[in-house]
């Protein structure tokens, strides 16, 4: 092994990911959300891996620009729409549909002409209170931009659900209800559904999926992974043991003095640390897989290096090269980001760009 700690991503199972992200929803279009250098697998490679994807969608100009530069030709959503002029005209050059959620983003597109106006998603505000036209402005919106001349090649419109991964969907239907009544009559293909919404208990339909998470097999439910949801994980993030060191008891390990051996121990100090994303709170305890078995963190996260307890007896063979999942198949990134108190999205966006991605 030439690296260290290294980030190994699953092509297969990204295509994999998308093939069951498909059966949830037969007929209906797959937008691929890439954003945050595809949720730290790769912008590129993740975009490049996925030929079947009907659309990428990525929060930021300079993201779209990143995949067009590598030869991507499928239709490129801007999330977050443009907000200047200038940021329009890019858009136009490397044609990317655009979001627009705002009245100045209107005026832009208006005061253009006749510059073409790209395929055009009316994002409508159903109670996130994030982006969007409030319902009672999306009738107003609709008929400025189909009154754009040249005329956008598409009009269509979108939500996004806040709380899709809670089971009592309550505030997913009353999303739908809305996002329903404000748009009664107008034409355009509809995109409300994320992973949560693909997955989850309330039916959301759509002609336009919108999954990020899901196709880097992760769930995004409080309990459970993404192998309950018949998904494969994409991103393994690996690394070795760099020493071994018998600690005798009653002697602590690392920052803080936080750990103390109950007798005699076996530790074995692995290369991964918060420099490489791994979130510090982890608290002892936490599963660490070395040469496939679990073994529990002890003590504190530092920046290079992590201490793992291997007296146990299935550990007798752990040695300075063996090698360490820190998650991927077992433990799985929800169960990290559990541990951690926050949501694998946070985790896997977090790997650090000393990480090298290697694709598999
Ligand atoms: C507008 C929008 N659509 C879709 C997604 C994808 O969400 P998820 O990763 O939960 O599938 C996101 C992600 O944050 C988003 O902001």
């Known amino acids: 092994m030439s690296r260290l700690i290294r980030a190994v991503i699953d092509g297969g199972a990204l ?20 954003k945050a250098n595809a949720y730290g697998h790769g912008l590129e490679q993740t975009a490049l891996a996925l030929p079947g ?15 067009r530069e590598r030869g991507i030709s499928a239709p490129i959503v801007l999330l977050e729409g443009i907000f200047t002029d200038e940021q329009l005209r890019e858009a136009r050059r490397y044609d990317f549909e655009l979001v627009v959620h705002d009245a100045l983003q209107v005026e832009l597109l208006a005061a253009a002409a006749p510059l073409e106006p790209p395929a055009l998603w009316i994002k409508i505000d159903t109670g996130m209170n994030r982006l969007g036209f409030r319902p009672e402005a999306v009738r107003q919106a609709h008929q400025r931009l189909g009154a754009l001349r040249p005329a956008p090649p598409a009009i269509r419109l979108m939500t996004h659900l806040a709380c899709a991964d809670e089971p009592d969907g309550e505030m997913t239907r009353a999303q739908l209800a809305r996002f329903q009544a404000s748009t009664r009559g107008l034409t355009g293909a509809v995109s409300i559904a994320n992973t ?3 997955f989850g208990a309330v039916p959301v339909g759509g002609d336009w999926l919108r999954p990020g ?13 993404g192998r309950d949801l018949g998904l ?25 003095a936080l750990w103390r051996a109950q ?33 529990p963190l002890c003590g504190r996260v530092s920046m290079d290096m992590i201490a793992v307890d291997v007296s146990a007896a299935e550990h007798a063979a752990v040695a300075v090269g063996t090698p360490v999942v820190l998650w991927g ?32």
């Open 213 to 225: 998470l899901a196709l880097y097999g992760v769930s995004p439910f409080a309990r459970g992974t």
């Open 329 to 360: 198949e077992d433990p799985a990134v929800e169960t990290l980001a559990r541990a951690a108190g926050t949501i694998p999205y946070e985790l896997l966006c977090a790997v650090s760009q000393r990480v090298p991605l290697e694709l598999r």
């Open 15 to 34: 295509r994999h990911n998308l093939e069951v992200i498909r059966t949830r929803a037969p007929g209906a279009r797959v937008m691929a959300v890439v």
């Open 196 to 198: 949560a919404g693909i």
């Open 232 to 256: 494969r994980p994409v991103m393994s993030l690996e690394t070795a043991v760099i020493a071994i060191r018998s600690v005798p008891r009653g002697e602590t390990v690392g920052y803080g």
């Open 263 to 295: 007798r005699d121990a076996r530790i074995a100090i692995v290369a991964a640390g918060y420099g490489d994303g791994l979130p510090r709170n982890l608290p002892s305890g936490t599963p660490v897989a070395i040469a496939g078995r679990i073994a």
């Open 53 to 67: 994807a009907d659309s990428f969608a990525v929060a930021r100009l300079e993201e779209g620009v990143r995949l």
